[in-house]
């Protein structure tokens, strides 16, 4: 790889992680830019996944320090995501790149209407959560640890979206809990790419290092922001990101 593509994917890296912490969604953008720059597909998923350890890492640790993550609450997602993040990564096998992508259109398409839809809804953001919704959490993060293991584009997009309509969590709450999950589905899905040879390590350090310092300044920026703002920013950048993924696909 010349130097040219390797200083256009870490300028790449840095910013969508930076947007990253609040939105989700990186792998929407950075894996198929790595497929243009003529990497194999699985070795840029496997990859990818390698960097969103330390992005989730690095995102992760100012909500540590501000204390907005609810430990008890999210401790029966992260068995969750575990076993579900494994299943996804052994199954990368199976998909080709078409219903992948075919996939994840669908999938964020439906997230912009669903949190669209819920926003006056009296589940979510702090609301009392209904045992049923409970159930209804925890299965869905199930499914989605599956797909966060698989390729992880709009995993925790759509993560964050459930936990504000179904799980009474606020913006901030939410965000600041599906980084701590997605440090252990991506860390889980990458130990399983790395058991298949699929992890370019070279790339993946540069990548990791630029993810983390990303991930970590944009995870400042958000804890200075109020409720109102993230919203915003989570609502226009998913719509402009189902744009572009359904655009891709056609």
Known sequence: MDISTLIILTVLFFFTSLIGVVTGSNSLITVPVMFQFGIDEKVAVATNMFGLVF????????FLRGGTIEYRKISPLVVLTVVSSAIGAALVGFLTNEGIRLIVSVAMIAVVVFTLVKRDSDVGEGSTVLRSYYLLTYVLTFLLGIYGGLYSGGYVTILTAVY???????????????????????????????????????????IAVTMFAGALAGAYFVTKLNELWIKRIFLATVFLLAIKTLFDFV
């Open 55 to 62: 992005m989730a890492v690095g995102g992760t640790i100012p």
């Open 164 to 206: 504000v309509a179904f799980f009474g969590m606020t913006f901030t709450e939410a965000v600041a809990s599906t980084k701590f999950i997605n440090v252990f589905s991506s860390l889980v899905a990458t130990v399983v790419f790395m058991r298949q040879g699929l992890v370019d390590y070279k790339l993946g350090i540069i």
